[in-house]
């Protein structure tokens, strides 16, 4: 094990910033499982609940081929097996899931990855800003992907084939987020230290 640590000492030295992707990359694909695990449980709290009756389509973008309304965030009342689109319920896994993650990944990429001694509060405030950006737009990306991804497994695999929707469009999101949130990290982590430098 101290070998392990003195060759990755040595790395970071000689390589920082490879080194400093390797651990953004490490950190990200362990948040991701962990969003992996945690996204099925809270749904499933979420599932059959009043709020899966209640629409949520939000901030309206243009219009779908069919001319129906293109809705940044699309979660139309029902549940998702039954056609619906899992309403306010599944909005609120989706969210309450990213959010934790999101909290835990700032934590262990400032301290971690970054090493950031910068302030916390102005890096948390750019942070925040960043996320609710990031989850806008990939909201909108979500249109493009997720109805037929949904479609083709459930129809396929029924109750089997919407977990692994589940999965494919969370590992979509995270892939999404993870080559955005690497360059934002950077600058919002940056210490002064590291400008001086």
């Known amino acids: 094990m101290s070998g392990i640590k003195a060759f990755w000492s ?18 990200s694909n362990g948040i991701t499982v962990f969003q992996m695990i945690l996204m099925p449980v809270l749904k499933a709290i979420f599932s059959g609940s009043a709020l899966e009756a209640h ?3 939000i901030l309206p973008i243009g219009h779908n081929s069919d001319g129906s309304a293109y809705y940044i965030f699309n979660y139309p009342s ?8 899992g309403g306010l319920a599944y909005f609120i896994a989706v969210q309450l899931t990213l959010g934790i993650a ?8 400032r301290n971690i990855t970054f090493r950031s001694k910068g302030n916390i509060y102005k890096a948390a405030i750019w942070y925040l800003i960043a996320y609710i950006l990031i989850t806008i737009c990939a909201g909108a990306l979500q ?3 997720k109805d037929p991804i949904y479609q083709f497994l459930i129809d ?5 084939g919407e977990t ?8 979509i ?12 990290l950077k600058i919002i982590f940056k210490d002064r230290k590291q400008k001086a430098a």
């Open 10 to 27: 040595n790395y970071s030295i000689k390589h920082p910033q490879i080194a400093q992707f390797i651990m953004f990359f490490i950190l």
């Open 55 to 57: 629409n949520f389509q």
């Open 78 to 85: 029902g549940s998702i097996a039954s056609g619906g689109g």
């Open 102 to 109: 999101q909290v835990i990944n700032f934590f262990a990429q």
């Open 143 to 145: 249109g493009w992907y």
């Open 156 to 160: 396929r695999f029924g109750g089997t």
């Open 164 to 171: 692994a929707a589940d999965l494919i469009t969370m590992i």
């Open 173 to 184: 999101n995270a892939a999404i987020s993870f080559w955005v949130y690497f360059p934002i």
